[in-house]
């Protein structure tokens, strides 16, 4: 395997651009506020210089890609900055940001990170046309770590780039890979995003992943044998906030000529196959599908399918980059 060099740095650096704009949109629809990524810098770490380079504290996320092959990633944010993203993902402005990081904090800012890797992920769909999914994202508030597979790699790849949530700055953002990442992205391996819309070979679905990699499966619970979650504190202060609740049949993206062509009569295709759920959204973000009944004289919806928080991302981060 060839090594990063200063010219595979260039190439990446060229693609910053592309990259950032596709995480810069999924993160703005996520967390409902206009997120940009600017000043990206790309520079080779050596694995050495790691320790010394980020000490201390500060969240991470470990996120697993998949193409012909998968990757490791980092995803890390400053504790200051990991604690005003949360605060904005959770509604807030961002001025008042929890003092510590806890465990429920962290679950927020695992699916923060989790829309953070599909974004990447799409942009090198968009740049390559080969497809790229996000297997998983581990979350942590620790001292950085770096996987045990990159223990035998000499450099490193650092991305990194300037996070403005409404145009105020919220710090740096992160992204680490290792050498074969690093030259993935360059071009240099199977099924890279080198902009030439090649066709991958056949990919190792996720569960071969987690044999090859000799990791574990975990077993499913039925929703109904789940263990009963504890409602957050406080939530009864807020039980009786009314929400508005819509059903969305599809959508239909038009050009200003055909719209304005429309007329009483016209028939608009949506991107819906007949009999397939339909979306059923909270102020605007999807929690669930069902089918469409009619109760008496009404229409109603039947919930067949709940989203969890970490699809609800996934589903959202698609729709901004579709």
């Known amino acids: 395997m060839a090594s ?3 010219e595979h740095i260039n190439t990446i650096t060229a693609k910053q651009e592309s990259l950032w704009g596709t995480v810069s949109v999924s993160l703005s629809e996520a967390v409902n506020r206009q ?18 380079t980020f000490t201390g504290k500060r969240v991470y996320g470990i996120a697993t890609l998949q193409t012909t092959t998968a990757y490791t990633l980092i995803i890390a944010l400053e504790t200051t900055s990991a604690a005003t993203l949360a605060d904005i993902a959770v509604g807030g402005d961002g001025s008042s940001p929890p003092a510590e990081i806890d465990e429920g904090m962290l679950q927020v800012l695992q699916q923060v990170l989790f829309v953070i890797a599909n974004g990447l992920a799409q942009a090198s769909v968009n740049i390559s046309g080969v497809e790229c999914n996000v297997l998983q994202v581990e979350a942590h508030y620790d001292t950085l770590q770096p996987p045990i597979e990159w223990l035998t790699q000499d450099n490193l ?20 890979g290792d050498e074969r990442f690093g030259l993935w992205l360059a071009g240099e391996e199977s099924g890279a995003p080198s902009g030439e819309g090649e066709t991958g070979s056949a990919q190792s679905s996720p569960f071969q992943l987690l044999e090859e990699t000799g990791a574990s499966a975990q077993p499913f619970v039925p929703l109904a044998q789940a263990a009963p979650q504890p409602l ?14 819509t059903v969305e049949l599809g959508r239909k993206r038009m050009f200003i000529k055909d719209v304005l062509e429309l007329t009483i009569g016209s028939i608009v295709e949506l991107d819906r196959v007949a009999g397939e759920p ?14 469409v009944v009619v109760i008496e004289d009404n229409f109603g919806i039947r919930i067949t399918e709940i989203i969890n928080p970490q699809e609800q991302l996934v589903e959202i981060s698609r729709r901004a980059v579709a």
């Open 35 to 52: 997120a940009t990524l600017s000043s990206p810098l790309v520079t080779l770490l050596p694995l050495s210089e790691l320790e010394n």
């Open 157 to 176: 790849v650092r991305m990194d780039a300037v996070l403005h949530v409404d145009g105020s700055p919220i710090g740096a953002l992160t992204v680490i």
């Open 232 to 245: 957050p504190t406080g939530i009864d202060l807020i039980l009786d906030v009314p929400l508005e609740l």
């Open 278 to 291: 339909v979306d059923v959204l909270v102020n605007g973000r999807i929690i669930a599908r069902g089918e």
């Open 4 to 6: 990063l060099n200063l």
